[in-house]
């Protein structure tokens, strides 16, 4: 198991503590605090930005159904991954997007146990994630009208054509 040593007594700590057991010094350096604030504004960024893209994403019909297509691509054994990769360079896949939204946001919510500012920022992104995941269900009902619609209009041409014939046009 790894240890942080004690600048003040020199007794081996737990990594996940802040002050030593033994002699209650901080021995946290001040660089590991400034580093770990660096880091926790990159996460709050990411899911931020990764957030952003689901929202874009479910929020539009073509772009949710390339992204789902994309999934698929992607589990096609040699000709899948191939052209995922080569063509699909720039594009995210669904699982991926949500993916690394769950990543971010369950990174988030363990580092915010001490921070309530930070529980703030994870309450918001919860909101966001779920307003998307409501606007994912729109976009695909929307897709299932416009698909029967689709289905409606060829029966209604076919129908049309049937009955042109019938009276000999």
Not at 27 to 53: H, N, P, T, Y
Not at 72 to 82: D, K, L, Q
Not at 140 to 154: A, E, F, H, M, N
Request: net charge negative.
């Amino acid at each position: 198991m790894n240890y942080r040593e004690c600048v003040n007594c020199g007794a081996e700590n737990e990594l996940l503590v802040s002050n030593c057991a033994y002699c209650g010094s901080s021995i946290i350096q001040d660089e590991f605090v400034e580093q770990e604030s660096d880091e926790l504004e990159d996460l709050i960024q990411d899911c931020g930005m990764w957030i952003a893209r689901f929202e874009g994403m479910v929020s539009d019909m073509n772009t949710l159904s390339s992204a789902k297509q994309m999934d698929s691509m992607r589990s096609t054994p040699i000709f899948g991954a191939v052209f995922a990769k080569t063509i699909g360079r720039n594009t995210f896949s669904y699982s991926e997007t949500l993916g690394n939204v769950y990543k971010a946001l369950d990174l988030l919510e363990v580092k915010s146990s001490n921070s309530s500012i930070l529980r703030e920022h994870v309450s918001l992104f919860k909101k966001r994630l779920e307003r998307a995941k409501r606007q994912e269900s729109k976009t695909k009902k929307r897709q299932v009208l416009v698909i029967l619609s689709l289905v409606g209009s060829l029966i209604l041409f076919i129908a049309f054509c049937l009955f042109m014939a019938s009276l000999g046009y």
